[in-house]
């Protein structure tokens, strides 16, 4: 029956609430939010509409803060109430509801717990997310287009918002390259620690001999800036070049040159977006994600050296961050964490919580240890 057990079980759970609530300070995201809606209901609020974007997002993304924590916190009480309930009426079916709800909010609560570790400058940030194929012919190709669904699948499940800007698919078949957006509070502080090379390993179904294959790919994560971060680019230092968006096999997309390429002399840096109809809408997108990779790259070069900024995963041997075996044995396994888990196929359909979660307390850690 319901007993000490589920009694330090609430208690411990509420304890770790306060400390988070403590941390993400309610009162000021409140107080906040009260501003925010002044604004809001401002009449000439969207005279000036990237401000207005900027309010509106930063609204959005605060009460849904808000409203996580608040709710998670209802669930709480209402899960004490139903103890008492159950021990009152020594009800074994409402015990076991009991049960099986603290385990939900232990996870909720957790996952929460991992949010407040996020607090790097840009961590509250949209993300941009490019995923490039590396060694291992067309397994590569496929291997990135299989972790690409990964990342999509992984955003759907949670209700992100996403935008793919531009894939440049493979001739046989997956992808050489693709660029996307995840829209959500803290997307980019979350999937930066998804950025690194990923192996594959397994039965190659484009191999007729049906030989074991080890293939890679290279995943990029960069926040998506606002109006006020200033990253100037001469025009002496970009090329435009225009072209015809294409699907896959070559398929023509568009029937005209709408898809714009830019190119960053200096850097190298390469930004394709074929996504809409109009090249100056293309264009405009492009310059984003060229900013937002500019930066990234400025903000490494105050640590590294020139060949490290670029920040080109080699994307081969000696390089992997994770490791994903199909054959001769089922495993997804973390490099950096030794976080694993025995189902790939789960994995690979979007349930990366674990693996990011791990990651995020792992670089925690590391920051911790370093600068102590």
Same mark, same amino acid.
């Given at each position: 029956?319901?007993?000490?057990? *589920?009694?330090? +079980?609430?208690?411990?759970?509420?304890?770790?609430?306060?400390?988070?609530?403590?941390?993400?300070?309610?009162?000021?995201?409140?107080?906040?939010?009260?501003?925010?809606?002044?604004?809001?209901?401002?009449?000439?609020? &969207?005279?000036?509409?990237?401000?207005?974007?900027?309010?509106?997002?930063?609204?959005?993304?605060?009460?849904?803060?808000?409203?996580?924590?608040?709710?998670?916190?209802?669930?709480?009480?209402?899960?004490?109430?139903?103890?008492?309930?159950?021990?009152?009426?020594?009800?074994?079916?409402?015990?076991?509801?009991?049960?099986?709800?603290?385990?939900?909010?232990?996870?909720?609560?957790?996952?929460?717990?991992?949010?407040?570790?996020?607090?790097?400058?840009?961590?509250?940030?949209?993300?941009?997310?490019?995923?490039?194929?590396?060694?291992?012919?067309?397994?590569?190709?496929?291997?990135?287009?299989?972790?690409?669904?990964?990342?999509?699948? &992984?955003?759907?499940?949670?209700?992100?918002?996403?935008?793919?800007?531009?894939?440049?698919?493979?001739?046989?078949?997956?992808?050489?390259?693709?660029?996307?957006?995840?829209?959500?509070?803290?997307?980019?502080?979350?999937?930066?620690?998804?950025?690194?090379?990923?192996?594959?390993? +397994?039965?190659?179904? *484009?191999?007729?001999?049906?030989? +074991?294959?080890?293939?890679?790919?290279?995943?990029?994560?960069?926040?998506?800036?606002?109006?006020?971060?200033?990253?100037?680019?001469?025009?002496?230092?970009?090329?435009?070049?225009?072209?015809?968006?294409?699907?896959?096999?070559?398929?023509?997309?568009?029937?005209?040159?709408?898809?714009?390429?830019?190119?960053?002399?200096?850097?190298?840096?390469?930004?394709?977006?074929?996504?809409?109809?109009?090249?100056?809408?293309?264009?405009?997108?492009?310059?984003?994600?060229?900013?937002?990779?500019?930066?990234?790259?400025?903000?490494?070069?105050?640590?590294?050296?020139?060949?490290?900024?670029?920040?080109?995963?080699?994307?081969?041997?000696?390089?992997?961050?994770?490791?994903?075996?199909?054959?001769?044995?089922?495993?997804?396994?973390?490099?950096?964490?030794?976080?694993?888990?025995?189902?790939?196929?789960?994995?690979?359909?979007?349930?990366?919580?674990? *693996?990011?979660?791990?990651?995020?307390?792992?670089?925690?850690?590391?920051?911790?240890?370093?600068?102590?």
């Amino acid at each position: 029956m319901a007993g000490p057990d *589920f009694s330090e +079980r609430i208690k411990q759970l509420g304890s770790t609430l306060t400390s988070i609530e403590r941390v993400l300070d309610l009162d000021s995201m409140r107080a906040e939010i009260a501003d925010l809606g002044e604004q809001v209901a401002a009449p000439d609020l &969207w005279g000036d509409q990237a401000n207005a974007q900027r309010v509106t997002g930063r609204l959005s993304a605060l009460q849904s803060e808000v409203d996580r924590v608040s709710a998670i916190r209802s669930r709480l009480d209402d899960v004490e109430v139903l103890v008492e309930l159950a021990q009152e009426e020594s009800d074994d079916s409402a015990v076991q509801e009991a049960d099986v709800e603290l385990d939900r909010l232990a996870k909720s609560i957790e996952a929460l717990e991992v949010r407040t570790l996020l607090s790097g400058e840009y961590d509250e940030r949209d993300a941009l997310v490019t995923i490039r194929s590396g060694a291992g012919g067309v397994d590569a190709a496929d291997w990135a287009e299989m972790l690409m669904r990964m990342y999509l699948r &992984w955003a759907e499940r949670h209700g992100h918002g996403m935008e793919v800007y531009d894939t440049s698919y493979a001739e046989e078949a997956g992808i050489k390259s693709a660029t996307f957006a995840v829209r959500a509070p803290y997307a980019y502080g979350t999937l930066s620690v998804e950025q690194g090379t990923h192996r594959l390993v +397994r039965i190659s179904p *484009f191999d007729n001999q049906g030989r +074991r294959q080890t293939s890679f790919a290279a995943v990029e994560v960069v926040p998506v800036l606002e109006q006020t971060d200033e990253i100037d680019i001469p025009e002496e230092d970009l090329r435009v070049d225009v072209f015809r968006s294409s699907g896959p096999g070559g398929q023509s997309v568009n029937t005209t040159d709408s898809a714009v390429r830019l190119t960053h002399l200096p850097t190298g840096l390469v930004v394709a977006v074929q996504n809409e109809k109009s090249q100056l809408q293309n264009k405009n997108t492009a310059m984003v994600i060229l900013k937002a990779k500019l930066l990234a790259l400025k903000r490494v070069e105050e640590k590294a050296t020139l060949d490290e900024i670029r920040g080109d995963v080699a994307a081969s041997w000696g390089d992997q961050m994770r490791n994903y075996v199909l054959n001769p044995y089922q495993m997804v396994k973390d490099l950096r964490t030794e976080h694993e888990e025995g189902n790939p196929t789960s994995v690979l359909d979007g349930e990366i919580d674990n *693996f990011i979660e791990a990651g995020i307390r792992w670089r925690r850690a590391g920051v911790g240890a370093s600068s102590s």
